[in-house]
């Protein structure tokens, strides 16, 4: 079932190259949703407009993706976390805190969101299409806390979700 789940993922993936990257964003974000159908989903311009909101308790960022594709930039604050860790009991947060997980696009990050919930956490989301959706709106991403444009594209397919000015597989100065 994951083969054929990650399977439908490559082709979807994939679309840009022939339909366009607005095609497919629709598909990712479908298949995301059906695939996690518990996970609460927050839009991008949703969590600029809390980031911006200092009247309101700042979310936790948690960053599920690899080392490396953190190491080229993240979101302003945030933490890593293995995407394929299941027990949550080291996290320094109350089953309260309010938490915003992201990946590349959200398919990683939605698991992860998935688990935290069945864990007990209350007050955690999935960055609906993640750090790719994020950066090609414009809004911020950072490495050793100063602005950056570069974003790692997780590999050549997904890559194509997000705009080419920003792919790096490697921190650039």
């Keep these: 079932m994951k083969r054929l789940i990650f399977g439908i993922a490559l082709i979807f993936a994939a679309v840009p190259f022939c339909c366009g990257q607005e095609i497919s964003w629709r598909m990712i974000t479908q298949l995301v949703r059906s695939t996690f159908p518990d996970a609460k989903q927050l839009s991008t311009a949703a969590l600029a407009h809390w980031l911006n909101d200092t009247s309101r308790p700042q979310p936790v960022l948690l960053d599920a993706r690899n080392p490396d594709e953190f190491k080229v930039s993240h979101l302003k604050n945030a933490v890593p976390i293995n995407p394929v860790l299941q027990d949550f009991s080291a996290l320094p947060l109350s089953k309260h805190t309010p938490v915003v997980v992201y990946c590349s696009v959200g398919y990683r990050s939605a698991k992860v969101v998935s688990r935290m919930q069945k864990a007990g ?48 597989y490697q921190a650039r100065n």
């Design 121 to 168: 956490f209350t007050n955690v989301q999935n960055l609906e299409g993640s750090i790719f959706k994020w950066k090609n709106e414009g809004r911020p991403v950072y490495r050793d806390g100063r602005e950056v444009q570069d974003v790692h594209p997780y590999d050549q397919t997904w890559g194509a979700l997000l705009k080419r000015t920003y792919r790096t």
